[in-house]
């Protein structure tokens, strides 16, 4: 029995010494490598690798809460509005032999109640844009203006303030903080009405906006001179004097600018001095003008062009200066003072359909406007801003008041954290 026993154990220990060495032959399967995201520092700050790629990712956004106080004109407006508004952006970048290629998308959404005009949620595609080289291609701020004007207003001021549009462009740079750009935008328009009644019918665009601007950028500041060119194409048929019918000929509408800005180290760190001047034909929404402009009791329209009596084109001409002072008090605690001025005038021509008679100088919807306002922001600890504004406007029309100028007072707060 013990000899059983002994033999019966021996034979497992043999099995399982063969069975160990075969084992020992098989290939051992290893843990799939950890990928750990990589910090990207060609970029700046908060760029990542996106794993697997070579392609640098930066995550962004904004919340912003605001509450405005408008001054009322009737009982029946709002005096008081609240704003919340969302942002998230992506900022994608890759180094190529041919350059840069760089995708960037900005989505917000806005809810606005009372005094901000309406009660609403807006989402907004505000910018979606690829670089490649020196092309860039989608929604983007305009080419017209200088994108890096440290302008810190919140309320309206009277010119061209970073608006994006849908745009195709292309960058020459040439050293030393010299560029120039060529673009085609989307048309920057006004509107198309005196006292409620249409006084050029917009005809159907057979060419974009082009825009062109010459920048340099130095450790003092930047400037730039910018100039667009703006098409008025009119769907209004006329009957001549004499017989016959036709279409207004086609004009062109154009606007210049000049815009720039001044670093102060000597007056404390981080101040900087900004001035935009700007003088449009026919081009008015390059003022940074909508469809009427609206002070206190008083509103004037703004249109680019009028066909006049005469069945002719007839442009508005205007022009603005706006500028303001960045001060930092203290590194947390810094204020703005800024202002604008603006013109528009209309020729002597006489415009069909409005006013009695059915017909009325287009110079009594001349007017001019002013705008001033300062505020103040601490920032306690990086990227929260709160802060309050106060602005004051002034329009002073030709006509129909005939010299009887408007004003108005609004107020705001804010609490914003970019991220």
């Known amino acids: 029995m013990k000899l059983a026993k002994s033999l019966f154990l021996g034979s497992v220990a043999g099995l399982a010494a063969v069975a160990g060495a075969h084992a ?3 290939p051992v399967a290893k843990a799939a490598p950890v990928e750990y995201v990589r910090v990207c520092s060609t970029y700046g700050a908060g760029f990542f690798y996106i794993p697997g790629t070579e392609t640098c990712l ?3 956004g904004r919340v912003r809460a605001e509450f405005l106080y408008l001054e009322p004109n009737t009982r029946a407006d709002d005096a008081i509005g609240f704003r919340a508004r969302g942002r998230i952006q992506l900022d994608a970048r890759t180094a190529t032999s041919y350059g840069l290629l760089r995708s960037f998308v900005r989505f917000e959404m806005t809810r606005d109640t009372g005094a901000y005009g309406f009660s609403s949620t807006s989402p907004n595609v505000d910018q979606a844009f690829v670089q490649f080289g020196g092309l860039t291609a989608g929604r983007t701020i305009s080419f017209f203006m200088n994108s890096d004007l440290p302008n810190e207003n919140w309320g309206t001021l009277r010119f061209y303030d970073a608006p994006t549009v849908n745009a195709f462009a292309y960058t020459f740079s040439f050293g030393n903080g010299f560029s120039a750009t060529l673009a085609i935008e989307e048309g920057s328009f006004t509107g198309n009405t005196f006292a409620s009644t249409a006084v050029f019918a917009p005809a159907g665009q057979t060419m974009p906006d082009v825009v062109g601007n010459l920048k340099y950028e130095g450790s ?7 100039a667009a060119l703006h098409q008025l194409r009119s769907d209004n048929l006329v009957t001549f004097p004499g017989g016959g019918v036709d279409y207004p000929d086609t004009k062109l509408g154009w606007a210049v600018t000049g815009q720039g800005y001044v670093n102060l180290p000597a007056l404390g760190a981080g101040d900087a001095l900004w001035l935009a001047a700007t003088y449009a034909d026919g081009a008015l929404g390059y003022l ?3 469809p009427n402009v609206t002070s206190g009791a008083t509103t004037r329209d703004v249109v680019d062009a009028y066909v006049g009596a005469n069945g002719d084109i007839n442009t508005g001409r205007g022009w603005s200066i706006a500028g303001g002072l ?9 204020q703005s003072v800024f202002g604008s001025y603006a013109r528009v005038d209309y020729s002597n021509g006489l415009v069909p359909g409005v006013g009695p008679g059915g017909f009325v100088n287009a110079s009594v919807f001349d007017f001019s406007e002013w705008r001033a306002g300062t505020n103040v922001i601490w920032s306690p600890v990086s990227g929260l801003d709160l802060g309050v504004e106060v602005l004051y406007s002034n329009i002073d029309p030709r006509g129909p008041t005939f010299g009887q100028d408007s004003d108005n007072w609004e107020g705001r707060l804010r609490v914003q954290r970019d991220f």
Do not use: E
Not at 220 to 226: D, H, M, P, V
Not at 326 to 334: A, D, I, L, Q
């Open 24 to 26: 020992a032959d098989l």
């Open 288 to 290: 940074g003008f909508d």
């Open 326 to 334: 960045n001060h930092y008090w203290t590194p947390t605690v810094r």
């Open 58 to 60: 930066r995550i962004g």
């Open 220 to 226: 003092w500041g930047s400037a730039q001179l910018g």
